[in-house]
């Protein structure tokens, strides 16, 4: 098929390549020529795990490029759009001046006598945004048919979500012809990928936009749940870790995202939820979504608790110590910085006095460039030189192997905050580290109760 995506972000650029990879005449469509002329030039401008053999490959098969020029993508079949929703600034709704940009673009360079073209959007949107999308084209007089596929990509894992997924949802019109003119488009984008290994779910358009947030709004109040039974467990003397593992057990719970922590981030989790209430409250359903408040509190609040404790560690003050802190990114595996928790923190202890020094294997570059006023290195052994405090804020692989004893002699003074609970306590405590977990090892005990 003659593919287009709009916008060539962490989702589109992938996408790209991935329906390049699936045998598609692929071309992107995005407004800045940096971003173009580094994607043509085989060189991805942002951190992905794979992408970039992925992306060579296809651009030496002749099957991907990337432009500038909307009038490269007038004769695709079907045009995904996968631009940005950001939060808008002072308010949790989201920002769709992207999403109205790139309809009103196709409405320009879409011809009226090829038959009927498909817009999929791919964007998480607030809810009847594929509804209002089909009326823009209708009273346009373009003959445009508007699916919604959700995207359901993990950063560091988007090249494998999208060649092996583990749903695909097609959001289609409720009219029963272009209903099914949207489905045959997209199986014949996806047919590699659906068969047996595959489901395939076919809803209507409020449905497919839901099933995004509802998805992250349930990943992220597990997050939470997780992380209020972190603070349960400070204030008894608990352990959290052993409190998931029992309760992971029980499959209707599970293991997955049980790991207290620093809390969510990143450039989805954190603005749909609040995208997801602001709807709600636009819709006149804002109750059935007050949870989400305390969800997105609890996730904050966590941030602010490893401040707490590192100031703790330092007796109250940060002016006159040094402090190291391993990550940047919101995860590992990614260069991503949106509202990461461990930049957040970082920045919150450099504005009240630390001498901060702070590494990220694959977000440093970006980090000097959005933060000039923090210190960053390029490896963990100059970073905890000479410190008084280390925080371990994003689990890369790397901070997750480090060698106790070899860390012990560079420091001044050995107290680490495990703030992604992926270390041994015992094997630090051993090598002589004062250690802290989120909501383990606390040093005390529950009050007794009154019997």
């Known amino acids: 098929m003659r593919i287009s995506v709009i916008g060539c972000g962490y989702l589109g650029a992938v996408h790209a390549a991935c329906m390049a990879r699936l045998g598609h005449d692929v071309i992107g469509l995005d407004v800045d020529q940096a971003k173009v002329t580094s994607l043509n030039a085989g060189v991805p401008p942002f951190y992905e795990p794979d992408f970039p053999e992925l992306l060579t490959s296809q651009l030496a098969a002749g099957r991907l490029r990337f432009t500038t020029d909307a009038s490269c993508i007038a004769d695709a079949q079907v045009h995904f759009i996968a631009v940005g929703t950001p939060q808008l600034a002072g308010r949790n709704a989201a920002d769709l001046s992207y999403v109205r940009s790139a309809v009103n673009t196709l409405i320009e360079v879409v011809g009226t006598s090829a038959g009927p073209a498909v817009i999929a959007g791919k964007s998480t949107v607030p809810v009847g945004t594929a509804e209002r999308i089909q ?19 993990r950063e560091g894992f988007a090249v494998q979500d999208t060649l ?13 012809e272009r209903a099914e003119i949207g489905r045959r488009c997209l199986d014949e984008c996806y047919q590699e990928l659906l068969g047996d290994r595959t489901p395939r779910l076919l809803t209507n358009h409020a449905t497919a936009e839901l099933v995004k947030v509802a998805a992250n709004s349930f990943l992220a109040t597990k997050i939470s749940f997780i992380n209020a039974m972190a603070e349960l467990c400070d204030a008894t003397g608990g352990d959290v870790t052993q409190l ?7 499959d209707r719970i599970g293991r997955k995202f049980l790991r207290a922590g620093v809390g969510f981030g990143g450039g989805c989790l954190p603005k749909d939820i609040r995208a997801f209430m602001a709807r709600a409250g636009e819709l006149g359903v804002d109750q059935a979504l007050t949870f989400l408040r305390e969800v997105d509190a609890i996730n904050l609040r966590q941030r602010d608790k490893a ?26 595996n990614s260069d991503d910085l949106r509202d990461s928790p461990a930049l957040q923190v970082a920045q919150q202890i450099w504005s009240r006095g630390a001498d901060l020094v702070i590494t990220d294997p694959a977000a440093a570059d970006a980090l000097r460039h959005k933060r000039p006023n923090l210190q960053v290195v390029d490896t963990v052994a100059e970073a905890v030189q000479d410190v008084d405090v280390v925080l371990l804020l994003t689990e890369w692989q790397e901070y997750r192997e480090l060698d106790p004893v070899e860390l012990r002699n560079l420091v001044r003074t050995p107290n680490i905050i495990d703030g992604r609970n992926v270390l041994e306590p015992a094997r630090w405590i051993e090598a002589g580290w004062n250690y802290r977990g989120m909501g383990r090892h606390a040093n005390r005990t529950a009050t007794p109760v009154s019997l």
Do not use: T
Not at 244 to 250: K, L, M, S, V
């Open 135 to 153: 009326q823009i084209c209708d009273e346009s007089g373009k003959d445009l048919v508007v699916v919604w596929n959700p995207e359901f990509l």
């Open 164 to 176: 092996a997924p583990d749903r695909i949802v097609y959001g289609l019109p409720d009219d029963p």
């Open 244 to 250: 998931a593992e029992a309760i992971g057990y029980d």
């Open 307 to 332: 401040v707490e404790m590192a100031s703790k560690l330092l007796g109250g003050r940060f002016v006159g110590h040094k402090v190291a802190v391993l990550g940047a990114a919101f995860k590992p």
